[in-house]
């Protein structure tokens, strides 16, 4: 089946580590999003693509990174710099960035601090 | 910068009546609405998109409305039931293909 999978379900990161979180789809989109889900709140975006080998920034980027290489992967690095990295972290896609496409999401990926 | 606002934050109703969940939004500059629906631990589905143009989307015991010149949509949920509980949320795509969400509508549908 086609879908979006984010991995893993569960991340702790240590102080001062970075940690990498994995999203690959199947769908060939070429638009892939992140977003941060803080509780009973919604979601807002960090970065995104909308094609191979290109991203933007969105509304809270600082302390991430992402990149781009393959058009099915779009791993996010939550680095030391964000200092409140705990949330739940969802990545989605879409077909080619156009207007009036739903996005597709995975399940989710709970970052916790230990 | 574009704002969107869902209340009631929290909804709870007995199997079989209706749901109304609301939603507001700050431009009217939009592309397009979407409700999703979030179940605990999960990501979100796609529900509805209702294009600016369009004034309302049905989908089964689903229906959206959109008010663009008032910045205001309201989902439609007939007939309860428990499996309808979950979080709703609404979003506004506006340009560049960005979704700027509510902070959701919690749903529980009580037996």
């Known amino acids: 089946d086609g879908g979006i999978t984010q991995s893993p379900k569960y991340l702790f990161r240590k102080e001062g580590q970075n940690v990498t979180l994995s999203c690959e789809q199947n769908?060939?989109?070429?638009?892939m999003y992140w977003y941060r889900q803080d509780p009973g709140q919604g979601l807002r975006l960090i970065y995104y693509?909308?094609?191979?080998?290109?991203?933007q920034k969105g509304d809270i980027a600082e302390g991430y990174s992402v990149s781009r290489e393959k058009k099915e992967s779009f791993p996010l690095t939550v680095t030391s710099a964000q200092k409140n990295p705990t949330a739940f972290y969802l990545c989605a896609s879409s077909l080619q960035g156009l207007s009036n496409q739903p996005q597709h999401f995975g399940d989710g990926t709970r970052l916790s601090i230990l | 910068k574009q704002e969107v606002t869902q209340i009631p934050a929290a909804l709870s109703v007995p199997e079989g009546e209706n749901l109304v969940l609301n939603c507001s939004f700050t431009?009217?500059?939009?592309?397009?609405l979407q409700w999703f629906r979030q179940d605990p631990g999960k990501g979100l589905t796609s529900l509805l998109l209702i294009q600016s143009s369009q004034r309302e989307q049905t989908s089964g015991r689903l229906n959206a409305s959109l008010d663009k010149s008032s910045g205001r949509s309201t989902l439609y949920i007939a007939a309860s039931q428990p499996g309808d509980s979950a979080t709703y949320l609404c979003?506004?795509?506006?340009?560049?293909?960005?979704?700027?969400f509510g902070g959701g509508t919690r749903v529980l549908v009580k037996p």
């Open positions: 431009d009217s500059a939009i592309y397009n």
């Open positions: 979003a506004v795509e506006a340009a560049g293909n960005k979704l700027t």
């Open positions: 769908l060939n989109h070429d638009a």
């Open positions: 693509s909308q094609i191979v080998n290109d991203f």
